[in-house]
């Protein structure tokens, strides 16, 4: 937590790609979900939250399960 998040690619899950910073651009908060198994889980009614290909996430969200990012890119919480 705490940690400022560069924009970087995104592989959803299904594959189609978009970047971190697109899904922050309206000033909103956005929860990552790596955990394929499990359907998402908000982490507050009206926080988007996107599926990740878990496969292809590395760097700094190879070990999570979940990460809230502020809108101005800060990871707020963590699962690992």
């Given at each position: 937590?705490?940690?400022?998040?560069?924009?970087?690619?995104?592989?959803?899950?299904?594959?189609?790609?978009?970047?971190?910073?697109?899904?922050?651009?309206?000033?909103?908060w956005?929860?990552?979900?790596?955990?394929?198994?499990?359907?998402?889980q908000?982490?507050?009614?009206?926080?988007?939250?996107?599926?990740l290909?878990?496969?292809?996430?590395?760097?700094?969200?190879?070990?999570?399960?979940?990460?809230?990012?502020?809108?101005?890119?800060?990871?707020?919480?963590?699962?690992?």
């Open positions: 937590s705490g940690q400022r998040l560069p924009d970087m690619e995104l592989v959803l899950a299904g594959g189609p790609r978009s970047t971190l910073y697109s899904f922050l651009q309206n000033g909103q956005t929860q990552l979900q790596l955990a394929p198994e499990k359907a998402p908000p982490a507050r009614p009206g926080i988007p939250c996107v599926n290909a878990p496969a292809t996430c590395g760097g700094i969200l190879a070990n999570l399960t979940s990460a809230l990012v502020r809108p101005d890119g800060h990871l707020a919480h963590v699962l690992p």
